[in-house]
């Protein structure tokens, strides 16, 4: 995603789920304001996809790694997964905001937003969008309220957390931390899984409506939010592999706890995911803004591949840690060395960071090079 982020908080963004041209000429493009999310026929909307609303120009804002009563590996992989919950808080909050409209999902939110302390307020959202979304699934609303919700928990819990302990948080909530004041103008290679949507992999792919013109054009609006069904499932799977990887690397054995339990909502996040975005409808559409063209082909056709057949919710076996083993059903990757570098990489693949500062970029890099040098107090060696 490309985003540009200034202090009065307006931004564009776009969607790449293949990665993207940090130079792209889209950087000098009129930014709009973020929460101005079309409302009705006459208002203009953000441009393409959500991403991360607060970001720091500064890296490193204390240089103290202190983990108070925890140890330092502990509280360095509980800050790394707080700040993995804070983008991902704010990339679904974004995607509410545009599926809220009136007469569908207002309010039910237990949590706050982490950013603001504060309850969020519906935006109104946009009817075309979300009836679109809901070619995926009647409750998508609902379901995506429900994921926001769930990531606004995770990311107040862990601050909290890591708060009582007296562990430092100043590179999530301090003044150049996530939260910060200053903004700017804005794997195992052996084996690969079939692709439901290739063309999903090529280019750029818009997620969220940027005018009321995509709203407007009902293929365009369709392969929108078909591309956010998508994209739904490859936020929740990078924190369903996550979780499990680091959980590994922790000492404390009330840590442990805090992991092992938030870990497995995220892999029920992404087996929603994963069966509502097989409900798309064949679809190809050219968007030329982006220049890219996806197609969505039918996946209830017996022609389809066994392992790309729409209904299909569970795991599907694959190998694992030896190819000499028979294959197995599991959270995969689940390989702990490198895991928090390798979930910054996977993000930024998505293009998620296109347009950011090279101190954004290095905060990230800090907190996940600190949560992936944690070992076990008995260990002397990397884990594999």
């Known amino acids: 995603m490309k985003k540009f982020i200034s202090k009065n908080g307006v931004t564009s963004q ?10 792209s000429g889209q950087a000098n493009r009129p930014v709009v304001g973020r929460r101005s999310f079309l409302k009705g026929l006459g208002a203009t909307g953000a441009l393409l996809v959500p991403a991360t609303a607060l970001l720091a120009t500064k890296a490193r804002a204390s240089g103290d790694d202190g983990g108070g009563k925890l140890s330092k590996g502990d509280a360095s992989i509980l800050r790394f997964l707080a700040a993995a919950e804070i983008i991902e808080s704010d990339l679904w909050e974004q995607y ?22 504060k ?3 519906p ?10 979304l809901q070619l995926l699934d009647g409750d998508m609303p609902q379901y995506i309220l429900d994921n926001t919700d769930d990531e606004f928990s995770h990311a107040n819990f862990l601050l909290a957390y890591l708060k009582s302990k007296g562990a430092n948080t100043e590179d999530l909530d301090g003044r150049d931390g996530l939260f910060g004041s200053h903004f700017r103008t804005l794997d195992d290679p052996n084996f690969k899984f079939d692709q439901a949507v290739p063309t999903l992999n090529v280019g750029k792919h818009t997620a969220i409506p940027r005018t009321d013109a995509d709203a407007n ?10 591309t956010a069904g998508f994209h739904f499932a490859f936020i929740e799977i990078g924190g369903t592999s996550l979780y499990p990887s680091l959980a590994q690397r922790v000492t404390d054995p009330e840590v442990l706890r805090v992991v092992l339990s938030i870990g497995p909502t995220e892999a029920m996040h992404f087996q929603t995911w994963q069966d509502k975005a097989g409900n798309a409808t064949p679809l190809m559409v050219m968007d030329p803004i982006n220049n890219s063209t996806v197609t969505f082909v039918d996946l209830t056709l ?15 076996p694959c190998p694992f840690l030896n190819e ?41 890099k800090d907190l996940a090079t600190d949560a992936d040098q944690a070992r076990r107090e008995s260990d002397d060696h990397d884990h594999h």
């Open 14 to 23: 776009s969607q790449s789920l293949s990665g993207g041209n940090p130079n």
């Open 96 to 117: 509410w905001e545009l599926s809220s409209f009136t007469g569908t999902i207002n309010s039910g939110f237990a949590s706050t937003n982490p950013a603001t302390g």
């Open 119 to 121: 309850k969020v307020t």
């Open 123 to 132: 935006t109104g959202g946009n009817e075309k969008y979300t009836a679109a």
């Open 217 to 226: 054009k009902p293929d365009l609006i369709k392969a929108i939010a078909f």
């Open 302 to 316: 017996d022609s389809t591949p066994a392992t790309l057949r729409n209904n299909l919710i569970m795991p599907e």
């Open 324 to 364: 000499n083993f028979p294959i197995c059903s599991i959270v995969r990757p689940t390989a702990t060395k490198g895991a928090a570098m390798a979930a910054v990489n996977a993000l930024t693949a998505d293009g998620l960071f296109i347009g950011q500062t090279r101190e954004f970029e290095q905060l990230l």
